[in-house]
């Protein structure tokens, strides 16, 4: 099994473009979610699945939207890039309380 | 912020020494984790303790928790040079949340 996966592992955009990180898991776990990661800081969730079809908002969703069409796959999608979005983001797959983390993605907004 | 608070932020000791680190809770809880970050890494799951356990073992780590003081230690004994990680707490079911960590660096 590959894990959790996601890419692209680093991107720099500019104010105001918009992305999509990949994030993609072989588990077959029905819980998945996003992380951000600030410098010296702990992981702060921003939005979280249940399964397919099901998304819910965690603590920083502002400026961030996510579907979830399959299982495998939940892409985070950043709609006008602000400075403030510069940090590691993390996707991470659960099962019963384990969570299982991919290896990041670092972002830097200019 | 719900986080709960860890410390020390940073700890420095000596190979083969134990380290301890702390983790400090608002809300009740039915379970606490701990994971590991390697520099530039994502996060691995060490060990998980339940609201109804007091202590609980894995290898060379042992994680305590008292519930009526809201907090949680982790103690990782004979340290090694691949212990330098930071270490998180973490609660909570549908809605992790992390503590910020604490920075253990191991000394040869």
């Known amino acids: 099994n590959a894990g959790v996966t996601q890419t692209p592992k680093f991107q720099v955009l500019k104010t105001g473009q918009s992305m999509t990180l990949q994030c993609a898991q072989d588990m077959n776990h029905e819980y998945m979610s996003w992380y951000r990661q600030d410098p010296g800081m702990g992981l702060r969730l921003i939005h979280y699945s249940v399964g397919a079809g099901i998304t819910d908002q965690g603590e920083v969703p502002n400026g961030y939207n996510v579907s979830r069409s399959t299982t495998e796959d939940f892409p985070l999608r950043l709609l006008s890039a602000a400075p403030s979005q510069t940090s590691v983001y993390f996707c991470?797959?659960?099962?019963?309380?384990?969570?299982?983390f991919g290896p990041g993605t670092r972002l830097t907004v200019l | 912020s719900q986080q709960g608070e860890e410390d020390p932020q940073a700890l420095s000791i000596q190979e083969g020494e134990n380290a301890t680190m702390n983790c400090s809770y608002k809300?009740?809880?039915?379970?606490l984790q701990w994971y590991r970050q390697n520099s530039g890494r994502g996060l691995v799951h060490l060990i998980l303790?339940?609201?109804?356990?007091r202590e609980k073992h894995s290898g060379r780590l042992r994680v305590t928790l008292d519930t009526s003081k809201k907090s949680s230690s982790l103690l990782i004994t004979a340290s090694r040079a691949a212990d330098t990680a930071s270490y998180f707490c973490a609660r909570g079911a549908q809605k992790l949340v992390f503590g910020q960590g604490t920075r253990l660096t191991i000394n040869p």
């Open positions: 303790i339940r609201s109804n356990e």
């Open positions: 809300t009740s809880i039915n379970n």
């Open positions: 991470a797959s659960r099962r019963t309380d384990t969570q299982y």
